[in-house]
């Protein structure tokens, strides 16, 4: 079983910018693609970005792109998510999973295990 834990969440002004990282517990990680979800209050849990086993393929909703980069370092099974140029809206909790298999998904069904979530609020 993955284990998934993330962090880098916190409180940031508008225009600035956080790290994500979410670490895995087990050596399957890197045979295993991964995405950010993220859930706003009162809405829908949704897509952020996805990345390959090999972190060759990666993929973004197109709210985030051009701001947001998604990374992993499979020696250190840790992925990591870049948001630059942070925005209000992308106020969220922010969640890291893993699939079973190697091909990055947009798709949340495709994801077998799930972190507990770490929160960002961008507020001035």
């Known amino acids: 079983q993955v284990l998934l834990e993330e962090s880098g969440g916190g409180l940031v002004q508008p225009g600035g910018s956080l790290r994500l990282s979410c670490a895995a517990s087990?050596?399957?990680?890197?045979?295993?693609?991964m995405g950010w979800f993220r859930q706003a209050p009162g809405k829908e849990r949704e897509f952020v970005a996805t990345i390959s086993w090999t972190g060759g393929t990666t993929s973004y909703v197109d709210s985030v792109k051009g701001r947001f980069t998604i990374s992993r370092d499979n020696a250190k099974n840790t992925m990591y998510l870049q948001m630059n140029s942070l925005k209000p809206e992308d106020t969220a909790v922010y969640f890291c999973a893993a699939t079973r298999g190697y091909f990055a998904s947009v798709e949340a069904h495709e994801y077998a295990y799930w972190g507990q979530g770490t929160q960002v609020t961008v507020s001035s």
């Open positions: 087990a050596r399957t990680f890197s045979s295993s693609a």
